[in-house]
């Protein structure tokens, strides 16, 4: 008996060497028979809630747009101080999933695959820069969750794209969770955290961050950039939140922009 038992046990340690996490699907765990971009199997890569190239999206921030109307009800009421937005994911179902494991399982492996998400969003949309930055923490929040997961996608796609992966974006100020305030308490919220060092001056640059909800993360940090004189600022976030607005509301001033990109 003993000896099936320690048989048995060498032939799964030859399997795991054979076989190693890699070839584990990142949403599900089953094993994955064929090549994944992803490393999702085929039933996960079916359900990922991505925007495909074509669907209509909102100019601005890259939400897809279901009604008639050129930007989002959100950028439409909203000054954006960054050049446009793109994610590849919409933020639900298995998107929520993979972010929550990243951010909150602290599985920080995960950034390596989706980072290949964001480079072929950042391909099919024609983008560029001469710089990647990423959503920063204060040193106090870093040492609380241990590791920055926007600065992680930012490091893959910074090797998948060669481009350089910059830490001049810093948080100054630590700030409460972002989860249940509305758009302008967010903004108060931010108001002087992030500061941009002046190495940015001049730069085309890309800023990284996991979801998109109201972009007021984005837009603050759009504006310390901009303030230390970046040449532009783009960003891509893994994944964008369709926003649950009034139904009524969304069918007005249909392709209304009345805030244009701020200086
Ligand atoms: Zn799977
Ligand atoms: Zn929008």
């Known amino acids: ?36 971009r992803y490393r999702l199997c085929a039933e996960c890569t079916e359900t ?25 009800l959100r950028c439409q009421n909203m000054r954006s101080k960054f050049e446009l937005n793109r994610s590849p994911l919409v933020y639900e179902g298995l998107a929520v999933t ?22 072929d969003c950042f391909w099919d949309n024609g983008m560029s820069a001469d710089v990647i930055l990423y ?15 926007s600065e992680l996608l930012a490091r893959g796609l910074s090797k998948r794209l060669n481009v350089p992966l910059s830490d001049a974006l810093i948080k100054i100020k630590d700030t ?6 509305s758009a302008e308490e967010r903004r108060k919220n931010l108001e002087g955290a992030f500061h941009a060092l002046p190495e940015v001056s001049g730069k085309n640059c890309l800023l990284i961050d996991d979801v998109f909800t109201t972009g007021t993360t984005i837009n603050e ?43």
């Not at 669907?55 to 279901?66: A, D, F, S």
């Not at 993979?98 to 480079?119: C, D, P, R």
């Open 221 to 263: 940090c759009a504006s310390a950039l901009r303030h230390a004189h970046a040449k532009s600022v783009c960003s891509m976030t893994l994944s964008i939140a369709v926003l649950k607005l009034d139904g009524e509301k969304q069918k007005e001033e249909k392709g209304a922009k009345p805030n244009a990109v701020d200086g």
């Open 135 to 149: 959503v920063p923490m204060t040193k106090r929040e870093q040492r609380v969750r241990g590791f920055n997961q």
């Open 1 to 36: 008996m003993w000896f099936s038992e320690i048989i048995k046990r060498a032939l799964h340690g030859f399997k795991n060497a054979l076989y190693p996490a890699e070839v584990t699907c990142d949403a599900c765990g089953n094993e994955l028979t064929g090549r994944s």
């Open 176 to 181: 409460k969770g972002q989860r249940g305030l």
């Open 98 to 119: 993979l972010v929550h494991k990243l951010k909150f399982g602290g599985q920080k492996y995960l950034a390596e695959a989706l980072s290949a998400m964001l480079a």
């Open 48 to 72: 990922l809630p991505i925007i495909k190239s074509g669907e209509e999206i909102c100019p601005q921030c890259g939400v897809p747009v279901k009604n008639e109307a050129v930007y989002c």
